[in-house]
């Protein structure tokens, strides 16, 4: 199994053009915070929109509205009723990202469950935290898109693989992934990324200073910033897994734990490094 | 076409006379953040306030009061409701700017049309986002101001000209400019400053890293700020439009994406450089 | 008439005795942030927390409550209600101020009229904003207190005292402070401290890079401060007055304008220096 | 009795093991914020987060969930309901703080009886603010737990040992701890940490710099971060009172008052400091 590289990071952010605006960065859905977990798609939001998304709206409880619209005014903030028609919604979008504090409500699964029904073949899905949990306990399939990344930690990937975490090796991993058709970032010491039918790449960054509440939250924001704007693929993937742990290893030379919302805040200088080598 | 230079900025932002107080930087009206775009308005009021505007009063959805208390208390919010009685309330304002998170409902039309007919020869007027899509839409007329600004993206422009996005040619748009007697900041790479009957200018800062939602939003706030306490002329719309992308310019150094509530934040600094000249 | 000097601030801004405790430095009371002036407010209520207030509590709107409490939660937000009973209240405060986006409407005057009849004479009382145009307005006299504080700028002044803003001499002004009984800070370019019977103070700091809303909520919210914890003398009057202005002539240092929330986060900074000579 | 030193604190914040996740340091209970004191669990809610707590769940008034969510998504807000099955939510958590804001309401009353009778002896329980008020005034005994750790100043002490305050010698205290079997944290100049049956430890850090509302909540919060992380003894309370101070006598270096959340801030940094020895 590969480390994930400075290199590669290197390879995947890149200068922007001159003559791009914000239509070249992605149009980024994210579907989250209801229930008592509001901040968790706050968190993610955030996260989105630091990392350079073009366009970012979140679908969220209507009772998260205004949190979002001051923590983060740079996004579009949408309160979820009943009279929603989310597959018109979902069309506008180039990545959708579900499951930061999505919890397991029946709402919840009638938004992931019309998410895996209208998602089309040339858009971007993202499934984390509740709707992993959603999808095992509903047995639902992945859908065909451009590009599918599962977040799960150990625990999520047994309820999901049903491999049990003692046996998931690279192996098993690496077949159920083949199998699932999507790309996996298991989150767990020395987190792993899987691509169906490819190579795992391994992190060797990061560590027990990011053991804090929102720190999956907002990985998965910075997935969905990333594959907005950088090619839909497994490097795209393990650059965002990448810079959100070695952003973690900075701030931890000064702090013995590192909040999710300053990691986020340190996306644009991090990302500017790594641009311009 | 003249590029807009620095020496330009610094003829527009001079030193405060020592006895001045706040009448004398300008009462602003912002109208805008309804429907989802609550953030918009928050974006361009903050900017407005950071410019150095003297008293910035915001109109806005009710939902969205407390957003913009929080996010900056230095604006007077005022909520939308159906007995407001707009005519009467513009009488007080110096530079009115609409369109920032306006939406195209309803209650947006009878706003936008409450101004057009409403504002007098002596107040200034500065129409942005969707308030330019509704004027093309209702086919609506400029009112005389002392100073009428537009600050459509190329696809607005088209809208609000007719000239369809590839043959928007300097003169193309300057002949158009003419006929609707109104500045025109045409925001694209290389971001045009119109006047009626006069020299366009050409922006030759700003970049890529700008590509992200809110930054016009910003922008109209800066040009109500500086409308408010500069001569009312184009060279105050050039330099309002010179200083947000300069901002940028610098914060690229850097980051690798700026955000629109960054460059807000060195209003201060910046303009301070540029008026001790 | 006497320049406010550092020396003067020095004298009043002494080192805390070591055993002291939050009871030692004031229970201080804000009113005001009604109608449409909820933010006025929140930064007199910031200034006063930043000034070292022991105890800061203020009465506000219902609807403005959760945005002091997001803004400054260190202060205790209470939430008007008809059945305030306000005369108990205010027996608990050492300093009550009464003002900032107090607004004019009959609430607001009833809640004037109510602190005039309670306050007692060991109590010290701040009025501000729309409260003097209210006193001026209703004919109310000013009650037996500690202190009183008056901070009105030029018209306001000639609502309170009939003197004319073109007669607003030195002499006439001390003429009418001394049958008010009333300190009073005229604010205006080289603002002027008044006391009963004494010697006027000038301010020869500050300028016009505060010409912006919220400035002189943020004055009123320091003045109860220092007068929460410092002597209650024109002295401390003062010394609040000058740590403002003499913050932002430091701010404008580098920055075309200052806004008031970013003078109120200097405060423990300068007032450290000013207590260690 | 025994200075708390830097060498005992460095014992404590020890480096965390690499292989760890946010399951090991704690999932942590807060509950308080209730009628007028919605700051006070703010302020304590970021304190347990930025000191390192695993998982933050903050139970209060439910108009001020959305006050946390915006101060600090990290954590997980629940709305106070009539229908809360608080018994077996508290089975979630191995440190439950009740206290800051928490009032002497009959809900308040409920709230800490429910705790009190619920919480198991394999949990750690620490009681703050009003809860002690309550404690007394109801004659409620203390559960048996792994530790329970009281925070009272000194006319709370008098409320629930009985022992006035002239009379509240380290003897006369030590006798009361054995007696309740609790960790004791004494709030006064020089602080005093006591444990049952134990040699009590003084604080000699701190200053008059912190006497401002809303010190003793952030100290709670702290002290349930850590209790959450570390070994849950008299040296663990004891370091999340030095640091609190520590870190107050460090910013009144440059500052005459020390806001409760400016020491939060630090908190990250001053814990990398001494784990680092």
């Not at 290197?10 to 989250?32: A, S």
């Not at 970012?56 to 983060?72: F, K, R």
Request: hydrophobic letters at 40%; one cysteine or more.
């Amino acid at each position: 199994m590969d480390i994930i590289s400075e290199n590669l990071i290197k390879t995947v952010i890149t200068p922007r053009p001159l003559t791009t605006h914000k239509g070249n960065y992605g149009r980024i859905l994210l579907i989250g915070g209801f229930d008592n977990y509001h901040g968790a798609i706050i968190m993610a939001s955030k996260a989105t929109v630091f990392s350079g998304a073009g366009l970012v709206t979140t679908l969220t409880d209507q009772a998260n509205v205004s949190n979002l619209n001051i923590a983060i005014p740079e996004v579009m903030a949408l309160g979820y009723t009943k009279t929603l028609a989310l597959p018109s919604l979902i069309k506008n979008y180039d990545v959708i990202l579900i499951g930061p504090g999505l919890g397991l409500s029946k709402i919840a699964t009638n938004l992931l469950r019309t998410v895996l029904n209208s998602i089309q073949v040339n858009q971007t899905l993202i499934i984390d935290g509740s709707a992993l949990t959603l999808m095992a306990q509903n047995c639902y399939s992945l859908p065909k898109t451009a590009l599918t990344v599962l977040t799960p930690h150990t625990m999520e990937w047994q309820r999901i693989s049903n491999i049990l975490i003692k046996n998931q090796t690279v192996n098993e991993n690496q077949r159920m992934v083949n199998i699932l058709n999507a790309h996996v970032v298991l989150k767990k010491y020395h987190t792993e990324v899987y691509q169906p039918h490819g190579t795992p790449l391994r992190l060797n960054v990061g560590g027990p200073y990011q053991a804090t509440g929102g720190m999956g939250d907002t990985l998965a924001g910075i997935i969905a910033g990333f594959l907005g704007q950088f090619p839909k693929n497994q490097q795209t993937v393990a650059a965002a897994t990448f810079i959100h742990s070695k952003i973690a290893d900075e701030l931890a030379k000064t702090q013995y734990v590192v909040l999710p919302t300053q990691i986020t805040a340190k996306l644009p200088e991090f990302m500017h490094y790594y641009s311009n080598f």
